[in-house]
Structures are given as C-alpha cells and as structure tokens.
C-alpha cells in the first residue's frame, strides 16, 4: 500500500508476489528497468506510473474511480486492465504498443493517449470484444476491450496537454 511517493529505479524492485500492491494517494513510478511484483496491482488514487515497457506476466492491474494508471511504454498482450468504479484513467504514452485488453470502461471513465491527436476511429467487435483501431498523429493503436460496446459511443477531446482522451458514453 502506498499513499505517498515511491520511485523504483532500474534495477529496483517492489516485491510484493501473491498478493496486492495498492496506490491509494500521492505518486509511484516504476522507471524503466524497475519491477513491480504482484498478483494484483490497484491504482486507486494518485498516479501510478510505469516508464517502461511492461513485459509478459501475471499482474493484473485495476483502476479505481479516482485513480490514474499510466503506461509510457508498451504492455504486453498477456496483461488485463480493469476499470472499476466510474473516473479512472489509463494513461498511454505508446498506444501502438498497448496490447493488454481492457475490461470495465465506460461512464466518466477516460484513455488518455499521452501527446497525440486523434484523427479518427472506428470499433469492430462482438458481443463478447472488439478492437478499438485509432488513428493518431504517432501512428495507428489498436485498443483490445472485452465486453460489448457500441462504436458510436466512443469519442475524443483534448486532454488539455497535447493529448486525447477516449471516453465512452
């Protein structure tokens, strides 16, 4: 559980194998080369950052309602991330690289692609998942949800910081 500020440098590891690692307040980062270990990984509040890229593993990472979950490098296709509660955040600083599937979003839930405008989308799918194709000014992210959503509920604005939020109505 961490409610302040942790950095884990490269090399650095949080161990906590079996059980939860929770971000409850303040900020962590994981920098690249750093490890988090844990079965489950809670950003429930604050931000928690991962500057590198996330490799093949077990955690499976889940955004509170308040919570802020970022990821500067790519994610392996074997990770999940979970939305639960309304008002959390997936940041993406590479979402060419995002292959994790995505479960629980929608309502003020937000995806944010760090530092790209978005041009255009379109969601192709069934009624278990489906793939969110977006094309940004960085290239072409395909964005894997599980679950069923309606392609003409999805949209974009700024994120106020040269970015784009995905959002889903």
Do not use: P
């Amino acid at each position: 559980t961490n409610r302040g500020q942790i950095s884990v440098g490269a090399g650095g590891v949080i161990d906590a194998s079996g059980a939860t690692f929770s971000q409850y307040a303040g900020a962590a980062t994981i920098e690249s080369g750093g490890e988090l270990r844990a079965a489950t990984v809670n950003a429930l509040g604050g931000v928690l950052e991962f500057a590198g890229d996330v490799g093949a593993g077990s955690s499976a990472f889940v955004i509170g309602a308040s919570g802020d979950l970022q990821f500067d490098g790519a994610v392996a296709a074997d990770r999940s991330v979970t939305f639960h509660g309304r008002g959390g955040v997936l940041a993406l600083g590479d979402g060419a690289g995002f292959d994790a599937t995505i479960y629980g979003f929608g309502g003020s839930d937000a995806i944010d692609l760090l530092g790209v405008s978005v041009s255009s989308f379109a969601y192709s799918g069934s009624d278990s998942s489906g793939t969110l194709t977006v094309q940004t000014s960085a290239g072409v992210a395909d964005l894997h949800f599980a679950g069923s959503y309606d392609g003409s509920r999805f949209s974009t604005l700024s994120d106020g910081a040269g970015g784009a939020k995905l959002l889903y109505a």
